[in-house]
């Protein structure tokens, strides 16, 4: 499905100037550059069902949906391998970090939220920021795909816990395709 380019409004129903992105674009330009291909555990596949499990969760959790949208596409873009990649974090916020202002344009505050949810998705356990929650949680719903049950423990805000401890029936119905 293509997505135009698109703007977020705030609270007060305007769009800031400096939030937009063309999404179709980020994800072909993203998928194009990461190193293990399209059929990954890691990749693009994963990145979409990053991407609806966190519009889902932010929903609910009051997070910040475009920088949800934004840390599904970048969280494991620059994984080197499948399985021990400690540093894959950091350098998906790096690379967000070089498109910002070409694919993307976000306000400060909001590009040091995303740069954090995807720096450190695999080293914190838990953030009480709904956003950085909502990033962190789509990415631990998906976890299903490495064969691993998703655990509430580790899930920041109350729709991820409620959604792991639906389980199985619940993901598959309600948040991934």
């Known amino acids: 499905m293509v997505q135009p380019l698109i703007s977020f409004s705030d609270s007060n129903g305007t769009t800031p100037p400096d939030r937009q992105c063309d999404f179709s674009e980020l994800a072909r330009t993203v998928a194009g550059t990461f190193a293990l291909g399209g059929h990954s555990i890691h990749g ?14 932010a929903e609910r959790s009051g997070g910040d949906l475009f920088v949800v949208r934004l840390f599904a596409w970048f969280h494991d873009s620059c ?13 998906g916020a790096e690379y967000a970090f070089k498109l910002r202002g070409t694919l993307f ?14 720096t450190w998705h695999t080293d914190k356990d838990h953030s009480d920021d709904p956003t950085v929650g ?3 949680d789509a990415d631990r719903l998906d976890l299903g795909r490495v064969g691993t049950t998703p655990s509430p423990r580790f899930m920041s805000t109350a729709a991820g816990k409620e959604a792991a401890e639906a389980g199985h029936a619940f993901l598959s119905h309600t948040v991934n395709p």
């Open 44 to 57: 693009p596949a994963h990145w979409r069902r990053v991407e609806r499990n966190g519009l889902w969760l």
């Open 79 to 91: 994984r080197i391998n499948e399985w021990t990649d400690p540093d894959h974090g950091k350098r």
């Open 105 to 118: 344009d976000l306000e400060d505050e909001a590009f040091d939220r995303l740069l954090y949810a995807c």
């Open 134 to 136: 909502a990033c962190w």
